[in-house]
């Protein structure tokens, strides 16, 4: 009977300790969990905010192209009414 006893309190033991293994492995499993889901969190906002800033740059660039070629006809305009007003000029004389 005490042998029985003593090999229960043994497997007793033995069952609280694999439990209490269980219960640490579960909560650095969660921790780490918490980790990589922190991370990842930092990493989608990061990516958020670079291609919000990537769409105003873009559209930056698409507004100073539309000027710069704005701007390009206009010059070309007045570079040949001054050609045709010279010409003019010329065949007069």
């Known amino acids: 009977m005490e042998e029985k006893i ?3 309190r ?3 033991d033995q069952l609280n300790q694999e439990r209490a293994c269980a219960l640490e492995s579960e909560h650095k499993v ?3 969990l918490k980790t990589r889901s922190r991370k990842l969190a930092g990493r ?3 990516l958020y905010c670079h291609s919000m800033l990537l769409t ?3 559209i930056f ?3 100073l192209v539309t000027v710069l070629k704005a701007n390009a006809k206009k ?3 007045d570079l040949v009414k001054d050609r ?3 010409k003019t000029n010329c065949i007069k004389l």
């Open 6 to 8: 003593k090999r229960l």
């Open 10 to 12: 043994k497997e007793r």
């Open 30 to 32: 969660g921790e780490e």
């Open 44 to 46: 989608t906002r990061f």
């Open 56 to 58: 105003l740059r873009f």
């Open 61 to 63: 660039y698409l507004e």
């Open 75 to 77: 010059h070309v305009e």
């Open 84 to 86: 045709d007003s010279w």
